[in-house]
């Protein structure tokens, strides 16, 4: 059983409904479904009892719910009380971070923090996007990066990097010959894309219905390696972001642009609005907004950027 189980069935329970829950806790229908189910086989029964009006607890469903609520509260208050204590030896920040745009951010960088601040330890948790923002959402992790664009009306959001967009291509693809490509172009072509626990899914299909239409979707795949082979195999299109395109390095794919394409690759570092991030998590949060935003580090160096931090912890 996991945490974050119990946080998603008392979502559920309170809500009354799965789609309700779903859209709180950012993941997909069939996502939040999956972890109630995980619930019930290892409590050996069902938790809900679906009926016209919604979704009500079962008997073994309402013991869960009254004991679930007593252990997320000692949880949360435990975290809270670890990540403020200056007794603590070894301080953990939790960062989560997609895999599909984990090769973006530089990790020397990232991990020369933990050479600055030795006594802090950073715990990267590498999950799709929706789960990051769940996850930040619900306080298991301090601060969350992730791509596309979302509703980030639960989080402050900082843009971190910005991509233009690219549509790889097979060679044999008549669009390769083609001058200039719009997205509207594209409309009778398939499309190779992320799956819907990524942002950069819904943002494209946006992308596409404000142009007039809906994309027809051949592939879907989280794995970049196997969009390539998708995209080698001439199953589909794929939108690519320009700063990514070693990933479709091959003699059978190009990458054309895509004119009037709207900023469908971007990167942002979450933090939940309300919550008060601890000393250590607040001082990485801006080390990574200052390594991934700034266009001249050459008057930071390690000395001037530790003195910084180190001024506001």
């Not at 109630?36 to 050996?44: K, W």
């Amino acid at each position: 059983m996991e945490f974050r189980q119990l946080k998603y069935f008392i979502l559920v329970a309170e809500e009354k409904s799965f789609i309700k829950a779903s859209k709180k806790s950012f993941i997909s229908p069939q996502a939040l479904s999956k972890a109630i189910q995980n619930l019930e086989e290892e409590f050996q029964g069902p938790l809900f009892e679906r009926k016209s009006s919604g979704v009500e607890m079962t008997s073994l469903g309402m013991i869960l719910f009254r004991r679930s609520k007593q252990i997320i509260e000692l949880i949360d208050l435990t975290y809270s009380e670890l990540n403020f204590s200056d007794g603590i030896d070894k301080k953990i920040i939790h960062l989560g971070i997609p895999y599909s745009i984990l090769d973006l951010l530089n990790l020397n960088e990232l991990f020369e923090f933990q050479n600055l601040f030795p006594n802090y330890s950073i715990n990267i948790t590498e999950v799709p996007d929706k789960i990051v923002q769940s996850e930040v959402y619900y306080n298991y992790l301090d601060i969350g990066i992730v791509g596309g664009r979302s509703h980030f009306k639960h989080f402050d959001a900082h843009m971190l990097l910005k991509s233009n967009s690219l549509i790889a291509m097979h060679k044999e693809n008549p669009f390769v010959k083609k001058k200039n490509i719009y997205l509207g172009d594209l409309r009778d072509e398939f499309f190779i894309t992320a799956t819907k626990d990524y942002n950069v899914y819904d943002t494209f299909i946006e992308a596409c219905e404000n142009c007039g239409f809906t994309p027809r979707i051949s592939q879907m795949s989280g794995n970049i390696d196997l969009i390539k082979q998708f995209v080698q195999m001439g199953q589909g299109i794929y939108p690519c972001p320009d700063n990514r395109t070693y990933l479709m390095n091959s003699p059978d794919i190009v990458l054309r642009e895509i004119e009037d394409a709207p900023p469908i690759f971007e990167i942002y570092l979450l933090t939940k609005n309300d919550r008060e991030l601890s000393k250590p998590a607040a001082s990485l949060r801006d080390y990574i907004i200052k390594i991934t935003t700034s266009s001249d580090l050459s008057g930071w160096s390690k000395e001037k950027l530790s003195e910084r931090l180190r001024a506001q912890i």
